[in-house]
T-cell receptor
Framework: AQRVTQPEKLLSVFKGAPVELKCNYSYSGSPELFWYVQYSRQRLQLLLRHISRESIKGFTADLNKGETSFHLKKPFAQEEDSAMYYCAPSGGNTPLVFGKGTRLSVIA | NAGVTQTPKFQVLKTGQSMTLQCAQDMNHEYMSWYRQDPGMGLRLIHYSVGAGITDQGEVPNGYNVSRSTTEDFPLRLLSAAPSQTSVYFC?????????????FGQGTRLTVV
């Protein structure tokens, strides 16, 4: 069965500290992986996708097929990064399956 | 370009009442989905559609119906509202390009059942 695990419900870091939001997945085949972000009182929006290999707002995520992980990282957290973050794999014709999310709180 | 539009934004229902949450997209996306968002539970898939006339159940379909008569619209019906259906509901659409691609979300509907 498709499964996504985000082990931390809440992650608090100080401004300027490094951030790592963990995501592990269990998925058949070769899924495409996404990170979505939801800022306070806003709709979910795509942050980045593994196939693009890009850095968005200073965030990067590397797909590790051996560990089936897709952790989200940023070297220096900013207050505006405070939000809910969701990891989501997708494969074939099925919709995105979301993890339970991690709330990132960046403390000034 | 409106993207994905959900109505209403807020709704209060009494137990046993029925209602329809509307979702429309103007991007000609094949895929549309409904999720509910609850604290500590993340986003759970209710129903989805891969094209007009085709729907399927997700993780938590009980108490909800959907239909997809057009590419643009994907309404979600609550048949007999229950307090357990108090949640924030999100509609999403995606383009089909060799599989599911980036999902675009509506702004959400906050539903309270009393």
């Amino acid at each position: 069965a498709q499964r996504v695990t985000q082990p931390e419900k809440l992650l608090s870091v100080f401004k300027g500290a490094p951030v790592e939001l963990k995501c592990n997945y269990s998925y058949s085949g070769s899924p495409e992986l996404f990170w979505y972000v939801q800022y306070s009182r806003q709709r979910l929006q795509l942050l980045l996708r593994h196939i693009s290999r890009e850095s968005i707002k200073g965030f990067t995520a590397d797909l590790n097929k051996g560990e089936t992980s897709f952790h989200l990282k940023k070297p220096f957290a900013q207050e505006e990064d405070s939000a809910m973050y969701y990891c989501a794999p997708s494969g074939g014709n099925t919709p995105l399956v979301f993890g339970k999310g991690t709330r990132l709180s960046v403390i000034a | 370009n409106a993207g994905v539009t959900q109505t209403p934004k807020f709704q209060v229902l009494k137990t046993g009442q029925s209602m329809t949450l509307q979702c429309a997209q103007d991007m000609n996306h094949e895929y549309m989905s409904w999720y509910r968002q609850d604290p500590g539970m993340g986003l759970r898939l209710i129903h989805y559609s891969v094209g007009a006339g085709i729907t399927d159940q997700g993780e938590v379909p009980n108490g909800y119906n959907v239909s997809r008569s057009t590419t643009e619209d994907f309404p979600l019906r609550l048949l007999s509202a229950a307090p357990s259906q108090t949640s924030v509901y999100f509609c999403a659409s995606s383009k089909r390009q060799g599989g599911v691609t980036e999902a675009f979300f509506g702004q959400g509907t906050r539903l309270t059942v009393v």
